[in-house]
């Protein structure tokens, strides 16, 4: 009897143990084939994915049936603290300088996923600056580089003439020239909220320079952190910082010299991204238009080619720059090997694919470009110091507050 129910715990035991193997067998089959997870927050939407359509060659899956990654795009409406929340998890993160990605920088460093300080040799000096760095191992990779531009039509002015801005007092000069043949000598999206911050802010430290336009940006933050970030809270806080000696007394006295002598046209804070594309199609209606590198690439080819781009001029040509740009970063969140080689060759063997795709300017210094305007971006920001992340970045973490912000600013420039 005893030897029979031995023998039966014996068969019994090990069916189950030969269940729990397949089970465990199969649970990791499914953990080896699960892909990685690569997110993006905030990142304009084609620049997006021309990086996804690079990002999905830099690994091949065992079926090589599949792509490599699952792709998330994180709700950029909201902090970056909170999206991850209500999201997989992903190992890889693509987002722009500011804030939020000072918060994923510390979840890469909380988790070790670093990578090796040589990973920024083969990159300017001011782009390896912008890097977030601890300990020698890097947890944020500049990949791309983004810029404020001011793109000066060759059908109103001579090649000469565009040449020749280098300062401020040029480019007013050259838009006061087109006011009797242009309806809007200046004009740039000024409704659109971000695009008005990140303008607004790159003439902040173009005309008063980094000091104060770190300021502003910590002014700005504090008030946020004690939780006045209302449109009232926030038009205080601009009385103030539009005051004499104010951080941006400056901006706010240019912009509105140039609205009142006809240079920004009166309805200027009106103007969204389809008017201003409109105005740039119809040669007599704009002269000088200010946007991004982004926006420069999704301008139709036969408009965009009849302009000629530059950075936003300084007060003087001797003021030292630190242009307000996008730079994009590659973020492992946590320790993935094939998401640490695809950023590994993101910064390195594909950059000149990854900029022939976006558009956008190389963080090596020695790397192919689709054109000169990209290459000129990799010079300007070469040559000046460390760039600054844009105010909407800089200052703030979601929507509500840049809207709040931004609407406060509107009604004191009306």
């Known amino acids: ?80 603290q909170k999206a991850l929340k209500s999201s997989k998890k992903p190992a ?3 987002i722009n300088n500011g804030m939020n990605a000072d918060y994923a920088a510390k979840l890469a460093i909380k988790s070790g996923s670093g990578f090796e300080s040589s990973i920024l040799s083969p990159m300017t000096r001011s782009v390896k600056q912008t890097a977030i760095v601890q300990k020698d191992k890097v947890f944020a990779v500049p990949l791309l580089l983004d810029n404020y531009e001011i793109d000066i039509s060759n059908v109103k002015f001579q090649p000469e003439a565009i040449e020749n801005v280098f300062t401020l007092d040029e480019m007013e000069k050259l838009a006061k020239i087109s006011k009797s043949s242009t309806r809007a000598p200046i004009i740039f999206a000024a409704a659109e909220d971000e695009i008005f911050l990140d303008i607004f802010g790159a003439f902040v430290e173009s005309i008063s320079g980094k000091e104060k336009y770190e300021s502003a940006v910590k002014k700005i ?11 009232v809270a926030f038009a205080n806080l601009l009385t103030e910082m539009c005051a004499p000696d104010g951080e941006f007394y400056e901006t706010v006295q240019l912009f509105k010299k140039w609205e009142q002598t006809g240079i920004l046209p009166k309805n200027y804070l009106q103007f969204q991204n389809k008017d201003v594309t409109a105005y740039m199609a119809t040669e007599e209606l704009s002269a000088i238009v200010i946007m991004s590198l982004t926006k420069h690439r999704s301008t139709d080819r036969n408009v965009i080619t009849k302009f000629t781009s530059s950075f936003i001029p300084s007060a003087n040509i001797s003021d ?17 090997k094939i998401a640490k080689k695809s950023i590994e060759m993101l910064a390195g063997d594909l950059q000149q694919h990854l900029c022939n795709k976006t558009g956008l300017a190389p963080v090596l210094s020695n790397c192919g470009v689709p054109d000169h305007q990209s290459d000129d971006v990799r010079y300007w920001v070469a040559a000046t110091d460390k760039p600054l992340a844009p105010l909407s970045n800089a200052a703030f973490t979601n929507k509500p507050n840049r809207t709040a912000f931004a609407e406060a600013l509107r009604s004191l420039l009306r």
Not at 320 to 327: G, Q
């Open 320 to 336: 030292k720059r630190n242009f307000t740009i996008p730079v994009t970063y590659g973020i492992l969140l946590k320790k993935n």
């Open 92 to 94: 890889l993160l693509f």
């Open 221 to 231: 933050q504090q008030s946020i952190s004690v939780g006045k970030s209302s449109r």
């Open 1 to 80: 009897m005893n030897k029979k129910i031995s023998l039966q715990k014996i068969v019994l035991f090990s069916t189950c143990g030969i269940f729990l193997l397949i089970v465990l067998s199969l649970l990791i089959l499914a953990i080896a084939s699960r892909k990685p997870v690569a997110a993006f927050y905030g990142i304009p939407e084609r620049n997006q994915k021309q990086i996804e359509t690079i990002l999905q060659t830099t690994h091949t899956r065992r079926n090589k049936k599949s792509l490599p990654y699952e792709i998330v795009t994180l709700d950029s409406s909201v902090s970056l």
